[in-house]
């Protein structure tokens, strides 16, 4: 079974032309393993699969630097013997391998230990409805139509400002996907889903040095995709709005981050209540449910059944159904995010997250971000941060950043090469205002957050 | 290594030098520059332990055979996860449409590369059994929790794997290799009172497993992951704002590779975009510095034989005396600039475009002793230990994360500080530098340098160095 990357430019058949025959092979794949698995001495196995079929140009200074047509599938199996495991993966999909890898499998749950919390999630947990989300947009689009528009994009950014002389490219791409999961309780599900993508990264200059920045879209539906000529024009915007960046006053100010890095922190919060760093007791907020984490103000949902949405599921990568549910309500943290494993081990029941949260929405405010920076009247805009600095043990944060001065409630001049410092439970406990401008785009929608103070350290006094 | 690649990737799927040739001619038809084709098979296994059990174990096989044509700068890229003639001729009809269409073109593959190798053969996967290394990690938890009552939490992982690869270019190269990689891992949890702090260590290289299973070897590594817990519960919050930084010998390093080694890579300069730009043979850093990127250090984690394009890697040196004397190259960035390929062109698989990426890099010592350099500072903080890093190519600015440091207050070691980022300029970093120790040490083997998406194992090293000027991100 071979899978090639075509690059054949006459080709503008739909991606993965055949969904309903590549899923049944899936499905079949599937079942070959569970079979195998169970006559092999396993007492439970649960098994991945995937395939995805993408086409992807780019386009440097006007000519094609990258044409990709990318072709995947992969399969992943776990078995359990007397609560042992074992896991194996591949990416090809024929009887063979596929006998091969629950082997594996099998041979390495015969050396590992048994785990009281292993093995699958609990059987009456499993999704008994699978649902449509309105993921599955096939749209006939050939090379050359790809081609055409990166090169839109491409030229309408470097022709929105003179500073703009140079470009790492504008990419344009489109993907489908479909994926099962099934276990030994009998549970098969399936899901799919078209995803387009454009961006464009530009580089400005003028006699204080180089700068470069970007702006992007990702849309289910191709029709949905942002204006080729808006994404050019916004990623040279964003490049030459840093020219000239200098460094910011050193010392404790307020900070406003936008709604990109917002939904870094966030993240953040989502790794520290997540069930593998609780039980590993390397979280700062391991039991931290039903404590006031931030603002009465700040509400967190997750909404799993968004449609349209690229992480929407009925169930989760275990086969848990999924449910709307709040993680944090009047600023109290509601509960973890727990996988099955996770849940045993801290002795609670899954939330439903193995594979992490879906959809997961920040309660926007009432404020556009322009009128933030306003109210904020002198701080630090922070429009991108750098480097691993964040330590989920105990919540200390310190990143490199780059973004604004503000004085006055207005953006005074572009800052670089400055790091800001707090502790993430200060820094959430310290939100005085969230904007309307919620990202949408992302798994996990944040709009623009205002923080009282963090630390600023640059080379400026 | 040719032989055996040859051995391991064609000889089971019948493919002959004959076979490669024919593919290299369909490749190459019309106005096809270079083609090349990437064999590839890898095995990986990975085994941890947690809460005193192994609680998993992985096993993974990916093969498959990259075919890629370079019109100009253009790049058509196909590839197939089986390895055929009938999958390769296909990926290689796909891979030319890049080029617009042409007659058709013979190829022959007449230059074998025969290098010597840096690291032996040895399967890690299959040369040491599951039993032994599952035992090997319950011994490694076993002395790791008995350091000391304050660790609460321990987790040990080891990873194997082996790689056979082998490449065919219409340049006539005709290369193989075949690349081990291990690695262990340790990471504590140390509490006391109300304060909880991590720990790590680990290491690795392309050498055999009996290596890391000495107790010489992983002992190390369970004594620095618990010093580096204990260490961090004393820690007290670390100074914000520009200062003189003291960096520690071996993975420190990482300074160089993200200041100065990702904006030598040669795309950056072929597409005009590295703030190092235009600044061939100019000063850089004061003449205490020499950087060198060198893939032909014996069983390293980032050396390699060969590079994915089938070059032999080199010691390529990068400043000399401060001066810019190199950059890293591909065959594409090398072919579009002029020059030659330095060794450089790697791939994270089979199934991703090689690009100029650094393999060990690394400053050589200089004169003083450590204790000297320490003691120069009235002012600063001695950096030793860090998670990684991340750098701007293009404005230059470049980050490292200290996860281990100290003050410095009159040239004497004060209180252990808490994780800050370091920022700093690429292009004025090494201008700063006052001094540089006689004390050159490599990384134990546990880098990983990602790039467009892409992972590959790379080494960093160098000695103590005194840095006149980065701005530290604490909160005091």
Request: hydrophobic content about 40%; aromatic content about 4%.
């Amino acid at each position: 079974m071979s899978q090639t990357m075509t690059r054949n430019s006459e080709s503008g058949a739909p991606l993965l032309q055949n969904p309903r025959d590549e899923r049944a092979m899936l499905e079949d794949a599937a079942a070959q393993v569970l079979t195998r698995a169970r006559a092999g001495g396993a007492d439970a196995a649960e098994v991945g699969l995937s395939s995805s079929h993408g086409r992807n140009v780019t386009v440097r200074l006007g000519e094609v630097d990258v044409l990709e047509d990318a072709r995947d599938r992969g399969v992943s199996v776990t078995v359990y013997i007397n609560r042992a495991s074992g896991s194996a993966s591949t990416g090809d999909l024929s009887a063979e391998s596929l006998a091969r890898a629950v082997d594996q499998a099998l041979a390495i749950a015969r050396h590992t230990q048994p785990d009281p919390a292993g093995g699958l999630a609990p059987a009456e947990l499993m999704a008994s409805r699978i649902e449509d989300f309105d993921q599955w947009h096939p749209h006939e689009l050939d090379m050359s139509a790809l081609i055409e528009r990166a090169k839109r994009i491409e030229q309408a950014g470097m022709a929105a400002d003179a500073r703009v002389e140079n470009s790492e490219g504008a990419s344009v791409s489109a993907d489908a996907a479909i994926g099962v999961y099934a276990n030994s309780h009998g549970f098969v599900g399936s899901g799919r889903s078209t995803r387009f993508d454009q961006s464009c990264v530009l580089v400005a200059r003028d006699g204080s040095g180089m700068q470069r920045d970007w702006d992007w879209d990702d849309k289910g539906r191709f029709e949905m995709l942002a204006d080729p000529e808006s994404t050019g024009r916004k990623a040279a915007e964003r490049a030459v709005r840093r020219l000239g960046a200098r460094s910011a006053p050193s010392g404790r100010s307020a900070v406003l981050f936008d709604n990109n890095v917002a939904l870094g922190l966030i993240r953040h919060l989502v790794g520290a209540v997540s069930g593998g760093n609780l039980y590993r007791r390397s979280s700062f907020l391991v039991d931290a449910v039903g404590t006031q984490l931030f603002p009465e103000w700040v509400r967190i949902d997750e909404d799993p059944h968004l449609p349209g949405a690229a992480r929407s599921s009925s169930f989760d990568s275990e086969g848990v159904a999924t449910r709307q549910q709040p993680l944090i309500a009047a600023g109290v943290l509601k509960r973890y995010v727990l996988g099955s494993y996770s849940a045993r081990k801290l002795g609670l029941e899954t939330t439903a997250n193995a594979g992490g949260v879906r959809n997961l929405i920040f309660s926007p405010g009432a404020k556009s971000f322009d009128e933030l920076i306003a109210d904020m009247g002198r701080g630090l805009v922070v429009t991108e941060v750098m480097g691993q600095g964040v330590n989920l043990v105990t919540g200390d944060y310190s990143r490199g950043a780059s973004g604004f001065w503000v004085e006055e409630g207005r953006i005074a001049y572009p800052v670089e090469e400055i790091t800001i410092a707090g502790n993430l439970r200060d820094m959430f406990a310290g939100l005085v205002a969230a904007g309307t401008d919620l990202e949408t785009r992302r798994n996990v929608q944040v709009p623009s957050l205002l923080l009282d103070g963090m630390t600023i350290a640059g080379q400026q006094e | 290594m040719l032989e055996l690649a040859t051995h391991s990737l064609l000889t089971p799927a019948g493919i002959d030098r004959g076979d490669l040739e024919r593919a290299l001619g369909r490749l190459v038809e019309g106005q096809v520059d270079l083609g090349d084709l990437y064999f590839q098979h890898r095995q990986n296994e990975g085994w941890s332990l947690e809460d005193g059990i192994v609680k998993s174990g992985s096993f993974s096989i990916d093969q498959g055979v990259g075919v890629r044509a370079i019109s100009g700068t253009g790049t058509g890229f196909a590839y197939a996860d089986a390895i055929n003639m009938p999958a390769l001729m296909q990926a290689a009809g796909n891979a030319r449409a890049i080029a617009r269409s042409g007659r058709s073109g013979t190829s022959a593959v007449t230059r074998p590369v025969h290098v010597p190798a840096l690291y032996a053969a040895d399967n890690p996967v299959e040369a040491v059994d599951s039993a032994s290394k599952v035992d090997l990690l319950r011994t490694i938890d076993a002395y790791t929790r008995s350091l000391d009552p304050r660790i609460t939490q321990v987790s040990v992982s080891l990873s194997c794997q082996h790689e056979s690869i082998l490449v065919a270019a219409s340049d006539g190269t005709l290369a193989g290799d075949v690349r081990p990689l291990i690695r262990l891992d340790v990471r504590v949890i140390a509490e006391q009172g109300d304060r909880r702090e991590s720990g790590n260590a680990g290491g690795g290289g392309r050498y055999a497993l009996s290596g890391l299973m000495a107790p010489e070897s992983w002992q190390k590594f369970a004594d620095e992951a618990v010093r580096q817990a204990l260490v961090n519960l004393e820690a007290v919050d670390a100074p914000a704002g520009f200062m003189k930084v003291v960096l520690g010998p071996g993975w420190p390093g990482v300074l160089l590779h993200e200041a100065i080694g990702h904006g030598l890579e040669g795309d950056f300069h072929r597409k005009g975009i590295s703030a190092f730009g235009g600044r061939m043979g100019e000063r850089i850093a004061t003449e205490h510095c020499t950087v060198v990127d060198d893939g032909t250090l014996a069983e390293r984690r980032g050396s390699l034989s060969i590079d994915d394009e089938g070059t032999p890697s080199a010691r390529n040196v990068l400043i000399e005396n401060g001066r810019l004397t190199g950059l890293m190259q591909d065959k594409l960035n090398a072919r579009a600039m002029g020059v030659e390929p330095t060794g450089n062109g790697r791939r994270e698989s089979f199934a991703h475009l090689p690009l100029p990426r650094m393999t060990n890099t690394y400053m050589l010592p200089g004169e003083h002793a450590p204790e000297e350099i320490i003691a120069s500072v009235d002012d600063g903080i001695y950096a030793v230990n860090f998670n990684g890093g991340q750098v701007d190519i293009t404005s230059g600015k470049f980050v490292f994360v200290a996860s281990e440091a100290y003050r410095i207050k009159n040239g004497k070691l004060g209180a252990p500080l808490k994780g800050a980022t370091l920022i700093g300029n690429g292009p004025d970093v090494l201008t700063r530098v006052a001094m540089v120790g006689n004390n050159l040490e490599l990384d134990s083997g546990v880098g990983v340098c990602g790039k467009e998406g892409q992972g590959v194992p790379v080494g960093v090293g160098q000695p103590t160095l005194r840095i006149d000027g980065l701005t530290v991100g604490g909160t005091q």
